[in-house]
T-cell receptor, first 110, second 111 residues
Framework: KNEVEQSPQNLTAQEGEFITINCSYSVGISALHWLQQHPGGGIVSLFMLSSGKKKHGRLIATINIQEKHSSLHITASHPRDSAVYIC????????????FGEGTQLTVNP | NAGVTQTPKFRVLKTGQSMTLLCAQDMNHEYMYWYRQDPGMGLRLIHYSVGEGTTAKGEVPDGYNVSRLKKQNFLLGLESAAPSQTSVYFCASADYPYEQYFGPGTRLTVT
């Protein structure tokens, strides 16, 4: 079993829909990261969180430390949100290193 | 600021050839990482560095070597390339609290 599991693997939505991507992990963590990989391949960090909730524009990330679970929500989705969304955790024993999930491929159709 | 850059962007090697991938960052970050990304798998850590002159093995280090002679540069070497090393390679850098900044990637094909 991978340390970081994401669901779903693939997600197709219509423009305007509310989207949720889930991430579960099995180790004690210092922080959880959400990243976005564009169709061209570039990877950017969206959020880094260790508790509660963070919001940036139409993106919201939440984490429940007790349940070892995080969600990434996209409100009013748009075709430009189409990308791979990657969850990664920094465990309490790994220093600065991250362990990555396999990613969720999101396609938003107009 | 250029952020994190990688050279080259694409490369095709024959089995047994060697090459070096260069990662450069202009953010004065202490930590640097080399990952590989393969279809159906998450990013996997090859080697990393916690400061100038230091290197350490990651999850999949076999067949690769690294050097960090200057703080801004992190080099990844393949001494004798194998088809199993066909992948997309990403470099990243970070400083506390460890948000990572990624380079654009290098697509390597070994035939």
């Amino acid at each position: 079993k991978n340390e970081v599991e994401q669901s779903p693997q693939n997600l197709t939505a219509q423009e305007g829909e509310f989207i949720t991507i889930n991430c579960s992990y099995s180790v004690g963590i210092s922080a959880l990261h959400w990243l976005q990989q564009h169709p061209g391949g570039g990877i950017v960090s969206l959020f880094m969180l260790s508790s509660g909730k963070k919001k940036h524009g139409r993106l919201i990330a939440t984490i429940n430390i007790q349940e070892k679970h995080s969600s990434l929500h996209i409100t009013a989705s748009h075709p430009r949100d189409s990308a791979v969304y990657i969850c990664a955790v920094r465990s309490k024993t790994s220093g600065s290193r991250l362990t990555f999930g396999e990613g969720t491929q999101l396609t938003v159709n107009p | 600021n250029a952020g994190v850059t990688q050279t080259p962007k694409f490369r095709v090697l024959k089995t047994g050839q060697s090459m070096t991938l260069l990662c450069a960052q202009d953010m004065n970050h202490e930590y640097m990482y080399w990952y590989r990304q393969d279809p159906g798998m998450g990013l996997r850590l090859i080697h990393y560095s916690v400061g100038e002159g230091t290197t350490a093995k990651g999850e999949v280090p076999d067949g690769y070597n690294v050097s960090r002679l200057k703080k801004q540069n992190f080099l990844l070497g393949l001494e004798s390339a194998a088809p199993s090393q066909t992948s997309v390679y990403f470099c990243a850098s970070a400083d506390y609290p460890y948000e990572q900044y990624f380079g654009p990637g290098t697509r390597l094909t070994v035939t």
